[in-house]
């Protein structure tokens, strides 16, 4: 619906990019050559350059590190879905024995410190020697985004009128196949929403990946990122790129997969 | 007659055996080394020479990080109780005793005696060693040295300071004089990081005290290191140095040096190089000296500092790892590491008499004999425990956050916690 | 009970234990394990394992470090949710006038939100730079030192923490002004209300539960806040802006000791938990949240 525009809309809109304005300085940084770089800054850089982005992707380790991401977080959401959707139609329609204990380890998990579960973590993947593997950062990732997708889900799925279910129930269906022939296809775009919020929670997931990974076998990108090497001096315009490159997924679920990921985000909240 | 010929066919013969390639098994090492930095790196040539002389073997040379800490860290996840990536390996001299207690290096003792390690640096042969038994070769060397404006001190008919409160007033002498705002008096590394301990603890040593004494005890006399971080404080304070020493390293204290825009430098051999490049503003006119002593302390004395080549114990090739490293410590190893061009300064001090490697680096001689009298940070598996502990607390006292007497109180007292029942 | 509850019941347990399994052994597992670790000495790589008992915990109560940690940890929690409530609830009111380009609005308030912690410190690094940043620049060319001055470091780590953060509570707030209709509005217009009358008596009201709710997980989420000071403490200067979860992550990993930096997990932990027990308990007598 084409909506007339006021002042007030493009008022907000001009905040609001003043808000992001950061952001906007990084990719300019990320096009401005070195001898720009320390001079006085001027909005748009004079000789914009891809310099840059061609160190990235040629001498750093960030492509490899955006392959290990995407791996990584990938195979994080998958896990969770697959243990997750049963267990949260579970909790949302079924009578679990000790349901209220579920529950609350299911809600409890969300508020674990990282920091406070790292040191375990540490010593039972080094005794499975697992150390530098994608394995170890989706087991690990799996203690926040398997509870996170669970509550999700769960709230989801309450929201499905049960007499559909009844209905499958008449015509002699068991529950898994409801799950899978009813929920399933009504749930979709909330299991779109929750697939994206954990995606992208394991993306930017930092300490786990940092602690766990030693080279660029299994190095994640906000880890590469962070260990960005300068020799001398810090490379600016080369990290701005690589900042650049490692916010690309977020970015894109956020333009272009706004519904979904805002539907998530409420969700999560509102639906206590 | 005969003698002479039975000496002649002996080393004929000894001589054949020294070339002989050895007929090894088919073995690949793979060597993990830090990034040499400079125009040249000499490691490549060394390598295939290696293979030359040990058909069979092949080398995989691996670089790690830049950064000492992602290095150790790196170190740390792969050699506990993982599978031999690597057989042989460089690491910074402070990781040796740790890595030896942790069982992750493999001793080479049986292979290496400790007349073999005489040919070294005193200090660095110390740092190969531990428990009594040689868990490293020692393959280059660094020492803290005191640069100054040769130019600047001639000037005003100086002699390089042998305390520091000599520099403080030679610095101040010669700023009032050259009336340029620009010009600092004494620049070093004073950022949250080793290299401050590096800098601290040499502070230490020329007030007459250590951060762990002979009898392995933590900071025995704190009034005396409260005084030297006092010390460092205060020259901060009294503008001799800048107030952003605290966020300088190396390289950021060695541009305005290297610029003519400081005095006085603390920093290491390396930089000496750059000094001296063609297109250097310093060039011909930096004088190296050993650093200052402490009016009422003692003497002043340089850390040491530098890389040991050692052998991963889950080596699979033991025999060729150990000849390996044997080989890049050894004489021609070395020697490739004082051609022109390399910014790095062997360990075995016959090099640094050899017409070669002096007409390569003029100032190896300087070096040379400041090297001797420099001292190794405590030799201690905790060593990297010890300075993760301090740093904050140096940081601290340097920046004005704590009193000097605060930070070593507290530093003290965390050291003994932390060490408490291991030691 | 029925044939048909009895089916549900072992149904329930078979969706439920794969993930409760995968649950027990990356979280609740490590989440006790840690409890045990902070009773011990240890330090792996040279095999150390000692039992000490409550030696570490009493070490901390009287560790300057430590209390320093929980200084800064509140000063940076209270602070930081504070401005992201009011930030974030002023954007929503604004937002909630919006009515051409809500789309374009949304995607510029969530990108600082979406990015990766570690790129926003980066960002800020950089932002922070003393001479060529543009926070300097901005401010006339001062060449203040954001991150290396102790006065400065805290401010500048709020700084950037509410930037990533407000988006969540603006959208929270927006998503629940939506679902208030136009004509409560127009009615409370009618009677003469104000523009702060509505505000005041319909829109705050109607918002407390969302509120609440930012105010939970924000206050939770900033105790646990670990990235972004971690990155941005690379020139960090004695403790200005280390935080208990940096404290923590020092102890375990700098100086490999376990023990140790468990018993600083611990606190954490114990912390966390008793925000939010305590948070629910304060809420209780209003019924359930939303």
């Not at chain 1, 002042?7 to 990084?26: E, G, I, K, M, S």
């Not at chain 1, 956020?254 to 985000?265: H, T």
Request: with cysteine.
């Amino acid at each position: 619906m084409r909506r007339r525009w006021r002042a007030w809309d493009v008022a907000v809109l001009v905040l609001l990019a003043a808000w992001a304005t950061p952001y906007f300085w990084q990719v300019r940084t990320s096009f401005t050559p070195d001898r720009e770089l320390l001079a006085a800054p001027r909005a748009v850089p004079a000789a914009p350059t891809l310099a840059h982005y061609q160190a990235v992707a040629e001498k750093s380790v960030m492509p490899r590190a955006l392959g290990n991401s995407f791996g990584v977080a990938t195979l994080t959401t998958l896990l969770a879905l697959v243990l997750g959707l049963p267990a949260a139609y579970a909790v949302a329609r079924l009578p679990i024995p000790g349901k209220r204990v579920v529950l609350l380890v299911v809600v409890a998990s969300t508020a674990f410190p990282q920091i406070s579960t790292v040191s375990p973590l540490y010593l039972l993947l080094r005794a499975l020697g697992l150390r530098d593997t994608w394995t170890a950062l989706v087991l690990a990732n799996t203690s926040f985004a398997l509870p996170l997708l669970i509550w999700l889900l769960a709230g989801f799925i309450r929201e499905i009128p049960i007499a559909l279910e009844e209905a499958a129930f008449l015509d002699g269906a068991g529950r898994a196949t409801v799950l899978r022939l009813v929920i399933l296809p009504l749930v979709a775009p909330g299991v779109a929403s929750a697939a994206l919020l954990t995606f992208l929670a394991a993306w930017n997931e930092f300490l786990f990946a940092y602690t766990f990974t030693a080279s660029e076998a299994s190095r994640t990108v906000p880890v590469a990122l962070a260990l960005f090497p300068g020799v001398f001096e810090i490379p600016w315009g080369d990290i701005a790129a690589a900042s650049i490159l490692a916010s690309l997924p977020p970015v894109i679920i956020v333009i272009a997969l706004q519904r979904w990921l805002v539907r998530g985000l409420v969700a999560g909240a509102l639906k206590d | 007659m005969r003698s002479a010929a039975l000496l002649l066919a002996a080393l004929v013969v000894l001589g054949g055996c020294a070339e002989r390639p050895r007929t090894a098994e088919p073995a690949t090492l793979v060597f993990k080394h830090a990034k040499i930095l400079g125009p040249l790196d000499p490691i490549p040539g060394l390598l295939r020479e290696f293979e030359r002389r040990h058909p069979g073997v092949t080398v995989r040379s691996e670089p790690l990080t830049w950064t000492s800490d992602e290095q150790h860290q790196f170190y740390v996840i792969n050699l506990d109780g993982a599978t031999p990536a690597f057989d042989v390996l460089l690491l910074d001299l402070i990781w040796v005793p740790e890595f030896a207690q942790a069982g992750w290096l493999l001793d080479l003792s049986p292979w290496v005696t400790q007349r073999e390690l005489a040919p070294h640096f005193p200090a660095a042969a110390a740092a190969s060693v531990w428990n009594g038994r040689v868990w490293g070769l020692p393959w280059n060397m660094n020492v803290g040295v005191l640069y100054y404006r040769a130019d600047l001190l001639a000037k005003y008919r100086l002699a390089p300071p042998r305390t520091w409160e000599e520099l403080v007033e030679q610095a101040e002498r010669i700023r009032r004089g050259e009336r340029d705002p620009r010009l600092e008096g004494v620049l070093w590394q004073g950022k949250q990081y080793e290299g401050l301990v590096v800098n601290v603890l040499e502070h230490f040593w020329a007030s007459g005290t250590a951060l762990l004494d002979e009898r392995d005890r933590v900071l025995a006399e704190p009034a005396r290191a409260a005084a030297a971080l006092r010390f460092m404080r205060t020259l901060i304070d009294s503008g001799a140095s800048p107030s952003w020493v605290t966020a300088g390293d190396e390289e950021l204290t060695r541009r305005p040096f290297g610029d003519g825009r400081a005095v006085f430098l603390r920093s290491w051999p390396y930089a000496m190089d750059l000094f001296e490049a063609p297109d250097s503003p310093v060039r011909g006119r930096v004088g190296i000296a050993s650093l200052p002593g402490h009016a009422g302390g003692a003497a002043g004395a340089g850390a040491t500092g530098g890389f040991h080549l050692a052998v991963n114990r889950r080596t699979r090739h033991a025999e060729a790892a150990v000849e390996l490293v044997r080989f890049l410590a050894g004489p021609e190893g070395q020697r490739a590491i004082t051609a022109a061009g390399v910014a790095l300064y062997p360990t075995r001090v016959d090099l640094y008499r050899d017409p070669l490697a002096i007409k390569a680096h003029p100032h190896m001689p300087r070096f040379h004999d400041l090297a001797l009298r420099a001292r190794p940070r405590p030799i201690t598996p905790y060593y990297l425990m010890l300075s993760t502990t301090v740093q904050p607390e140096f940081s601290a006292a340097l920046v004005g956050v704590k009193t000097p007497e605060q930070a070593i109180d507290y530093a003290r007292r965390r050291l003994d916690y932390m060490l408490s029942g291991i030691r | 009970m029925t044939a048909r509850q009895r089916a549900d019941r072992l149904s329930g347990l078979a969706f439920v234990s794969p993930a409760l399994l995968a649950l027990a052994a990356t979280a609740v597992y490590p989440g006790l394990w840690v409890l045990w670790l902070s009773l011990q000495q240890r330090i792996p790589i040279f095999g150390i394992a000692r039992f000490v008992g409550l030696e570490h915990y009493a070490f901390l109560a009287g560790d300057a470090r430590f209390w320093n940690a929980v200084r800064v940890t509140l000063t940076f929690t209270v602070v930081s949710v504070a401005l992201e409530l009011a930030l974030g609830l002023v954007v929503a009111m604004a937002l909630q006038r919006q009515q051409a380009g809500r789309r374009l609005a949304l995607s510029l308030l969530l990108l600082a939100w979406a990015l990766p912690s570690v790129v926003t410190a980066k960002l800020f690094e950089w932002l922070y730079h003393p001479s060529a940043g543009l926070v300097n620049v901005l401010l006339g060319g001062r060449e203040l030192n954001w991150l290396g001055d102790p006065r400065l470091a805290l401010p500048a780590l709020i700084a950037a923490d509410v930037w990533r953060t407000m988006p969540f509570v603006a959208l929270l707030c927006y998503a629940r002004l939506l679902t208030i209709p136009g004509d409560v509005y127009e009615a409370a217009r009618v009677d003469g209300a104000g523009r702060t009358a509505m505000l005041a008596f319909i829109t705050l009201p109607l918002l407390r539960p969302v509120l609440l709710i930012a105010l939970l997980f924000r206050t939770l989420d900033a105790l646990r806040a670990f990235d972004l000071m971690f990155v941005l403490t690379g020139c960090e200067h004695a403790g200005t802006t280390e935080t208990l979860t940096v404290y923590a992550y020092r102890s375990l990993f700098q100086t490999l000791q376990l023990g140790f930096g468990a018993a600083v997990g611990c606190v954490i932990f114990a912390l966390v938990m008793a925000v939010a027990w305590a948070y629910l308990r304060a809420i209780q007598p209003e019924g359930a949240a939303a």
